[in-house]
């Protein structure tokens, strides 16, 4: 990987403030939004990006910002009903994010506004279904994969092995939420990275905090 150019990094600097100004939510550390941005400069000539687990969209700009600027897409995959943790009554639960006429998590039009905010329409598209639908006629190569959906051990495991498949030999698959200590946090993520290097089709790079870092052979 090269080293960031002032112009990048002056871009991860507005990127960084205006999410702040704008209090976009969204679990994501600085530094591992750098590495997303980063990753996906580097993998757009190979291919498109496609992250899973939109939420309000602070990935995705990152991601997208990489994207317009080689002229790339990104896709976002989410069916924005919340993961088990944004659950009324949950841990992770925003009142913010609940759809009262509904009854139930609704993170969509979140993401929507932060895609107008960043000016990214013509470079993210929005696909709201689970990811297992998307998948089963899913049939595009990928240049970069970002697995930051469901934290289920069925829905990591899932999106690990399924969507790993269509990256392209050189191409990244990003994991997020990496605790290898069960003390700092869920193990699902974690379970699925190790089953995803069983395949030996992906070689080890590093972490960037709790963000894993895969290159496809
Ligand atoms: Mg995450």
Redesign the pocket.
């Known amino acids: 990987m090269n080293e960031m150019s002032l112009k990048d990094m002056s871009k991860l600097t507005e990127l960084h403030q205006a999410l702040e100004q704008h209090q976009i939510k969204g679990?994501?550390a600085q530094d591992e939004a750098e590495a997303l941005y980063q990753y996906a400069l580097h993998s757009s000539s190979l291919g498109p990006c496609l992250e899973i687990?939109s939420y309000c969209g602070k990935s995705s700009v990152y991601l997208g910002s990489a994207c317009r600027a080689q002229d790339s897409i990104l896709f976002t995959i989410d069916h924005h009903r919340g993961s088990e943790e944004h659950q009324a009554g949950e841990e992770y639960h925003d009142p913010d994010l609940f759809d009262r006429n509904a009854g139930r998590v609704d993170t969509f039009p979140a993401l929507r506004k932060t895609l107008d905010l960043f000016s990214l329409q013509q470079t993210v598209v929005p696909i709201v279904a689970p990811s297992q639908v998307v998948a089963k006629k899913w049939a595009m190569p990928l240049g970069l994969v970002f697995v930051?959906g469901g934290h289920s051990l069925e829905q990591a495991l899932f999106d690990c092995l399924t969507w790993s498949e269509f990256v392209v030999p050189g191409g990244y698959l990003l994991i997020?939420?990496i605790f290898p200590n069960p003390a700092d946090g869920g193990q699902a993520p974690y379970l699925a990275l190790q089953e995803t290097l069983k395949k030996q089709t992906f070689s080890w790079v590093g972490t960037v905090r709790s963000l894993a870092i895969l290159q496809r052979r």
Do not use: I, K, V, Y
């Open positions: 679990f994501l687990g930051d997020h939420d």
